[in-house]
């Protein structure tokens, strides 16, 4: 078709399709949406929360490689709105049933240069999400080079957010005005406050006889996360401060408008490539809230996933609790490496697995058991069905199913991700062979062919693993992974990540300080479980640089390296930083006899349900969560001492329950008297509320 035909024929599809209705807003309708498009063909979008602009116009589209035109000249189809409503069930989870409750409005689009887009707008009581599907006629090969999308958040105000990086996000959190962020990893997490005007009515004593109306304002706050959700084959997506030169002297250098940054190919330009005529993008997500724990209690961002693909019985996958042979080496004490000090020895496997079967815990963890660790530093080449001489993986896996406990595989990859693939297959089947049905995987270290760990090629890496080990009934708990967006909910194997700064950083380094903590639900834990690692209670370790058993292996290490926190507040974050794979930290010897361990015996991984209850981010947070017949509170605070007042209104009604209550000592503090900690118990109903009393540093965990 010559293209003077085909532009005929486009204008007159055009004509006879064009709705003019482009906005949705949500089921309670606080949210609206509006789609625009410019009379240059440019799209745009804004958003408003209870009648006032929240995000103002910012753009949508894309960019690429080869003439394609994917931003500007579109004219709209059609548009189609359509509603959800249904409830649906996890076999895992913070809830394991979830409402899916939205309102869809699909702009089609298409522009003179064969280009068809339908932008497919979510809008949910909790925030929103869209995304772009790109056809293009006549083309086999897309290669974007920028994504357009830009989020510009009318108000000032506080956000608590990672700086960007498409490397790591083991970064600590920064709490600033939205002015003065120049780039940020998502979750994006932030806070914006107006004030608005209202009219009060005072009534006189007798109400029918005589009222006043009164201007007065009030100072409305909006909570909100920008984050993206399913991101199966694409870069990840990072926010930069977006402003041309002008802009930019003309705001002092203020702005709040960011523009999506997607991690590239080692050329710098190429974003992604996908080697058809189609492509689908994540969403790109806000989770909204007139409260901070209201994101916490959203769940956008599963909502907007695919439903579980796996078939047939899911028994293999289970939430567990673990210890492992691990913190010794990020001590120095023990050694991944064979050798005088090495970890994982037959011997020391056993003690740990008779301590797991001793206390009410499903798995142990060994890493340094397989050949590859004496390169470490290099290009790293693990053989990942090749057990050290000291590590009878035959015994321990005979004595292992003896005493009923699973054993946690470890695939440390150095980031060497093409001698893994390598390995791959061979590598899940030797595993499930021998009977493990769990594997920590990790990538410390630089990838191959200066590719990025954030970028398309390697998020592709990091599905193909997921569905290699869907296929061996394997679960995964992935370290220096990319970021959580919900894809737990299609590939329930993938069960927890990395992501953030973990325990290992108090080993070697200044430390995750107390506010980190209460960061993390806030930021990183929207967008899925983490495996911190909590529970260590040994927590004024000897770690100083000269001490003989002190083996440094990261650059980081300051030499004054401690846990930052109160010991009641370890067991408080085995509850606030949910993973379904929760660790117990330390070396076992730190938990034989202590009485404070109790909690970790009771603790109950496999929740049913949990509800954020109070909380500000960087400050303080309380969540509690019921598994079965018991429910599990932790609650924790920054670096200043707090007192919190619990209503109990979510134990069950007329029932009364024994509450175990592990709480910082009067005497407490994270920095100078961190190990004080005291357990008392009490009879309390529905009816009471629980006074919760935390030291600087420090919180709370009680077993009801
Ligand atoms: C970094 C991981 O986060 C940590 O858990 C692991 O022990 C080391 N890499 C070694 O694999
Ligand atoms: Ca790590």
Known sequence: MNRILQLLLLTLFFFSCTSHKTEVSSPDKNIRLAFNIDNEGFMSYNIKVNDSIFIDD?????EAKDGLNLSNSFEIIKTE??????????IWGENKTIRNHYNEMAIHLANIDSTYLVIRFRLFNDGLGFRYEYRIKDTDKIILTDELTTFNIKENGVSWSIPASFETYELLYRTLPLNEVEDANTPFTFKTTRLQDYKTTSLSVNESISSESVSESESVSIYASIHEAALTDFPEMTLRLHQSKDERLKAKGKSRQFKVQLAPYPDGKTKAIFEKDN?????RTIQISDKAVGLINSNLILNLNEPCVLE????????????????????GVESWVMGDRHGATTENAKRYIDFAADNNIDA?????WNEGWDSWGGRQNFDFTKAYADFDIDEIMRYAKEKDIE?????????????????????????KEKGINCVKTGYAGGLPDRHNHHGQHNVRHYRKVVETAARHHITLDVHEPIKPTGIRRTYPNMMTREGARGMEWNAWSEGNPPEHHVMLPFTRLLAGPM????????????????SPLRKKWNSNDKGNSRVNTTLAKQLANWVILYSPLQMASDMIEHYEGHPAFQFFRDFNPDCDWSEALQGEPGEYVAIVRRAGEDFFLGAATNGSAREIEIPLTFLEKGKSYEATIYSDGDDA????????????????????????????GGGCAVVF
């Not at 709105?81 to 996890?90: L, R």
């Not at 503090?669 to 629980?690: A, F």
């Open 279 to 283: 492509f689908i993008s994540p969403w």
């Open 58 to 62: 910012s753009q949508l589209g894309f």
């Open 81 to 90: 709105f359509s509603s959800k409503d249904e409830t649906w069930n996890q």
């Open 407 to 431: 054993v946690i595989g470890h695939h440390e990859t150095g980031g060497n991700i093409i001698n893994y693939e390598n390995q791959l297959e061979e590598a899940y089947r030797w595993t």
């Open 312 to 331: 047939g019985d899911l028994s293999w996958i289970r939430p567990m609790k673990y210890v492992g042979v691990w913190w010794g080496m990020h001590l």
């Open 531 to 546: 495996d911190y690692t909590p529970g260590t209670f040994d927590i004024l370790f000897d770690n100083t640089r000269n």
């Open 669 to 696: 503090h994270w920095e100078t008297n961190p190990t004080s900690y005291k357990i008392e118990k009490k009879t309390v109903s529905s009816h009471d509320t629980l006074f919760i009393k935390m030291a600087a």
């Open 364 to 368: 142990v963890l060994f890493e340094g």
